[in-house]
């Protein structure tokens, strides 16, 4: 996530923070609620969730509330996690949320229905390898939402990510060494591809945001 390859401690866990007092308030954002939609096509209901980057725990809590039967979360922050157990227990989820301060793209990963990166790929600058990762974990569906690479929109995020990186730089003591990426999504389409997926869903959210739904396809007798 940084020039080199360990991830920094950052800011994730004021970012959980607040995701967590809006998700008390309001519920999950319009990106997390989209990106369940989209898992829907996949099959929810009975199903296990991997949960990548899961900060305060929005997108699992959400999951078993539209009838997953279980559901993981790994952050590399211990205060996102320790909100994100929070929130679970507040909602009556403690026995079928479990959370861990790991890092995805390396961690081992519990094998799951569902796996999703929700605005994560971002933050890694190898998106492949993550990719590669995590999709081995995945058995019936994969989904990710990251920043828009192409056209008009794709420039403006990456000018938009070039000066939050220099802020982010000018701030080591804050930020760790984070920086964010604007990834091409089409080498990420063909890793899931060659991984015996096919994207079954894809739409544009809040104009910066790609969204993408994969479900794996069934092998023929």
């Not at 996949?42 to 296990?48: A, D, F, I, P």
């Not at 081992?108 to 190898?126: A, E, G, K, M, W």
Request: with cysteine; hydrophobic share 45%; glycine share 12%.
């Amino acid at each position: 996530m940084t020039d080199g390859e360990d991830p920094p401690g950052c800011c994730f866990d004021d970012w959980a923070r607040s995701q967590s007092r809006r998700a008390r308030r309001v519920g999950a954002d319009g990106v997390t609620s989209a990106l369940l939609d989209g898992l829907a096509r996949v099959g929810l209901t009975g199903r296990s969730v991997l949960d990548i980057g899961a900060g305060a725990g929005t997108l699992v809590v959400g999951a078993l509330e539209r009838g997953a039967a279980r559901a993981t979360g790994f952050d590399l922050g211990p205060g996102a996690v320790e909100a994100a157990r929070g929130l679970a227990a507040e909602r009556g989820f403690a026995a079928k949320a479990r959370f861990e301060v790991a890092d995805g793209s390396v961690a081992d990963l519990p094998p799951s229905d569902l796996v999703t990166l929700n605005r994560v790929i971002c933050c890694y600058p190898d998106p492949v390898a993550l990719v590669d990762h995590t999709v081995a974990a995945a058995g019936r569906g994969y989904a990710f939402v990251l920043p828009r690479s192409s056209g008009p929109m794709g420039l403006i995020n990456r000018a938009v990510l070039r000066v939050g990186n220099l802020w982010f730089r000018a701030r080591p003591g804050v930020y760790g060494g984070y920086r964010a990426f604007v990834h091409d999504v089409e080498p990420i389409h063909a890793r899931l591809v060659a991984a015996g997926f096919r994207r079954v869903h894809a739409e544009h959210l809040r104009l910066v945001w790609q969204l993408a739904v994969y479900a794996r396809v069934e092998a023929t007798p």
